[in-house]
């Protein structure tokens, strides 16, 4: 057979052979990503995103947008400019909270007992979508990390709201002013939980979202627009096809 | 006629482009492995795991420890030196369809690699975190640490180089060199086990709270970028699968 003659025997088998490669890169692609994005997460911002009272708290409103944009903007950097899918931000996300919430099942309701509703993980996905819509329709990494990242970072807040509202529901308890959030804290103590969440801010209203929380989020989403640049070209850096020369070859 | 019968024939003998028992029994193989060991550690980590000075953690805990240290580092050496031994070494004149048959068999390899990622960085290293605020460590060997460190790390390490051994020895697209990519994606890993070190070191020498965001936990988190070297090597092997289709697929 010559080198110029194609390696299958009709345009149906190409087709078989094409899709056949794209099962089996997707899966790879999500897996690779969902372990390399949980490790980064976990890691970075992980025990705000763990507890349900310290999700309570405003750090994890400026933090968790900031440390995960990292790999959406890396996998957008080689999904959209090379195979133009308008997809990266969303399938890294899904791949994340797949993840997680395995985890928080098997694991940390699993395993270790705590219930589900005080571990449930971050909702990243109405950000991760506007990020992919904003590239997408602008076809613009500029516009996409001003624009969409800054979206990331100011959605994350109210994305999340929903969810977390009924544990802000206030609570006396031992004539103290508790969320229903901090009382679930109060009453399943980690081992790690430095002390000055535990015991200082717990009881406090002014852990409640009220008007810092949209200052916090913009704060968080300006630097989500410097963290989105910073990983794109990270993304362009890890797309490279280069090969060092090798003398055994 | 004669000549179609004979091609027909051929077709039929012929080895499928993918062989799709390999690829589900690997990806079985560690569904099957890792279910067990979850078993194991919902059994065992409660009712043996909680003190390492008592007898029954030697048993169930330290003695798992040796063993799979032990079947790690023979089924490595075997496997890796299996496909170094029996590498192709003319490798550039196979046929574009043997070529394809081989990136396939690439993928399988590198299907399991993703799958083995999930189970060391996402699953295994997070359970650690869920441990570790339940139950204070008192050695560096704690049963999510047997497990994630010393079983799920090397599992995917060994996964990797295989891949890579796969790719190198016996598919020209990666005769040309080392390519960058593939390194950091097989290297990074391995250097989270140097990064163990510090990290057992660091809680050894301090007294500090199991917070998953400490630094002393950041090197972790740089050499799981390194995942994202796969983009690389997907990026190759699309370039190198399109040239060897060499048809419009639009």
Redesign the interface.
């Known amino acids: 057979?010559s080198?110029s003659?194609?390696?299958?025997r009709s345009?149906a088998e190409?087709?078989q052979?094409?899709r056949?490669?794209d099962w089996?890169?997707l899966?790879?692609?999500?897996?690779?990503?969902?372990?390399?994005?949980?490790?980064?997460y976990?890691?970075?911002?992980?025990?705000?995103d763990?507890w349900t009272d310290w999700k309570d708290r405003r750090l994890w409103v400026t933090v968790a947008p900031i440390v995960s944009i990292t790999?959406p903007a890396?996998?957008q950097a080689?999904l959209w400019w090379?195979y133009r899918l308008p997809v990266g931000a969303t399938v890294s996300v899904l791949a994340l909270l797949l993840?997680?919430w395995?985890?928080r099942y098997?694991?940390?309701w699993?395993?270790?007992y705590?219930p589900v509703n005080f571990v449930f993980p971050s909702n990243l996905i109405p950000g991760a979508i506007v990020l992919d819509v904003v590239l997408m329709l602008g076809g613009s990494m500029t516009l996409t990390a001003v624009v969409g990242g800054m979206a990331y970072g100011l959605l994350f807040y109210p994305g999340n709201w929903p969810i977390i509202a009924p544990l802000h529901v206030p609570v006396e308890y031992n004539g103290m002013m508790f969320t229903l959030a901090d009382l679930q804290g109060y009453h399943y103590v980690?081992?790690?939980?430095?002390e000055y969440i535990r015991m200082v801010e717990k009881g406090t209203l002014r852990t409640f979202g009220k008007d810092v929380a949209p200052v916090s989020a913009f704060f968080s989403a300006f630097v989500s627009i410097i963290i989105y640049f910073l990983w794109h070209f990270?993304?362009r850096w890890?797309?490279?096809?280069?090969?060092?020369?090798?003398d055994a070859? | 006629m004669a000549a179609t019968t004979e091609s027909v024939k051929a077709d039929a003998a012929e080895a499928p482009?993918?062989n799709k028992t390999n690829?589900w029994a690997g990806i079985a193989l560690y569904l099957v492995f890792y279910s067990f060991i979850?078993w194991y550690?919902?059994v065992y980590?409660w009712s043996a795991g909680l003190d390492s000075f008592a007898p029954e953690f030697e048993t169930y805990w330290m003695n798992m420890l040796y063993i799979e240290l032990v079947l790690e580092v023979v089924i490595s050496a075997a496997l890796w030196g299996y496909l170094w031994k029996s590498r192709d070494r003319k490798v550039m004149s196979i046929?574009?369809?043997e070529?394809?048959r081989r990136?396939?068999t690439h993928?399988?390899w590198?299907?399991c690699?993703?799958?083995a990622?999930?189970w060391?960085?996402?699953?295994f290293?997070?359970?650690d975190?869920?441990?570790?605020?339940?139950?204070?460590r008192d050695t560096d060997f704690t049963p999510s640490h047997i497990i994630e460190f010393y079983l799920s790390y090397p599992i995917y390490i060994i996964t990797g180089v295989a891949a890579f051994l796969y790719a190198k020895t016996r598919l020209p697209t990666y005769?040309?060199?080392?390519?960058?990519?593939y390194?950091?994606?097989v290297i990074g890993p391995f250097m989270i086990l140097p990064n163990v070190g510090l990290n057992e070191w660091g809680h050894t020498f301090w007294f500090m709270?199991?917070?998953?965001?400490a630094p002393l936990?950041?090197g972790?988190?740089f050499f799981?970028?390194?995942?994202?070297?796969?983009?690389?090597v997907?990026?190759?092997?699309?370039?190198a699968?399109t040239k060897?289709?060499?048809?419009d697929?639009a």
């Open positions: 057979m080198a003659q194609s390696a299958v345009r190409a087709v052979v094409s056949a490669f089996m890169i899966f790879t692609l999500f897996t690779a990503v969902l372990g390399g994005y949980h490790i980064h976990m890691l970075t911002g992980g025990d705000w763990f790999f890396a996998v080689c090379r993840g997680e395995i985890n098997m694991n940390f699993g395993w270790t705590f980690r081992t790690g939980t430095p990270f993304g890890f797309s490279k096809t280069d090969f060092i020369a090798d070859s | 482009l993918l690829l979850r550690e919902g980590g046929t574009p369809r070529e394809l990136h396939f993928w399988t590198l299907v690699y993703g799958w990622i999930y060391g960085a996402s699953y290293t997070e359970q975190g869920t441990w570790h605020q339940t139950i204070v005769n040309e060199g080392l390519h960058l990519m390194m950091v994606v709270e199991e917070l998953f965001v936990h950041y972790f988190v799981g970028w390194a995942a994202l070297g796969i983009l690389g997907l990026n190759t092997e699309v370039m699968i060897l289709l060499k048809k697929l």
